[in-house]
């Protein structure tokens, strides 16, 4: 090996060892991002349920979870880009499934859509009892995916 080359050869090395600690700080940042977004989810699921249980609920409390939850659902699968899940290092929940299996998580993903997009409209209708029976949906399918593709089913 010349000088030179062995030069190159470190500096590539260098070079990847940046690329390496730049893409676990990804991953990081990524985890950090989705834990904010479920939070919010979170959130307005569980204010919705605690809303419906007082007497009376107030609609324009409701209409105010499920416009958050209709607008934030679709917003899911940009959470879980490639290289996110368990494989990078970071502390997570999601099964590496969630990119083994695509379709399988999309649809979970789409069905939460729909059920919030479902649960908003009622609720801007002011239809308390609609809306109601939406959000058991919308609970379904936050249930239905963390089932399938997290790690623990604590929430
Ligand atoms: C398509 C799949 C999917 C759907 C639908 C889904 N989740 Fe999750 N959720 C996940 C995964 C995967 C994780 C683990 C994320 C991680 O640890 O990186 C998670 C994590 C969470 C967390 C924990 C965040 C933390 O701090 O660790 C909460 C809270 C949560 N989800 C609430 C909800 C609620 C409420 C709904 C429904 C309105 C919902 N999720 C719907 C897949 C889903």
């Known amino acids: 090996m010349t000088r030179n080359t062995t030069f190159r050869v470190l500096a590539a090395v260098a070079v990847m060892a940046v690329?390496?600690?730049a893409l676990a700080q990804d991953a990081a940042s990524v985890e950090k991002?989705?834990?904010d977004f479920f939070?919010?989810?979170g959130k307005a699921a569980k204010g919705s349920g605690e809303e419906?249980?007082?007497t009376p609920p107030s609609i324009a409390e409701i209409q105010k979870f499920a416009?958050?939850?209709d607008a934030e659902a679709?917003?899911?699968?940009?959470h879980f880009p490639a290289g996110s899940g368990p494989e990078s290092g970071v502390k997570t929940e999601a099964k590496a499934d969630i990119w083994a299996k695509p379709d399988a998580f999309k649809k979970a993903a789409a069905d939460l859509a729909t059920a919030a997009h479902n649960y908003n409209l009622a609720?801007?209708?002011g239809d308390l009892?609609?809306?109601?029976?939406a959000m058991k949906a919308v609970g379904g399918a936050c249930k239905a995916c963390h089932k399938e593709f997290k790690a623990k089913d604590e929430h």
């Open 123 to 125: 609720a801007q209708k």
């Open 39 to 41: 939070h919010v989810l």
């Open 33 to 35: 991002a989705r834990k």
């Open 67 to 69: 416009a958050i939850l």
């Open 74 to 78: 679709p917003k899911l699968p940009s």
């Open 19 to 21: 690329a390496g600690s």
């Open 129 to 133: 009892m609609a809306a109601g029976a």
């Open 52 to 54: 419906f249980k007082k």
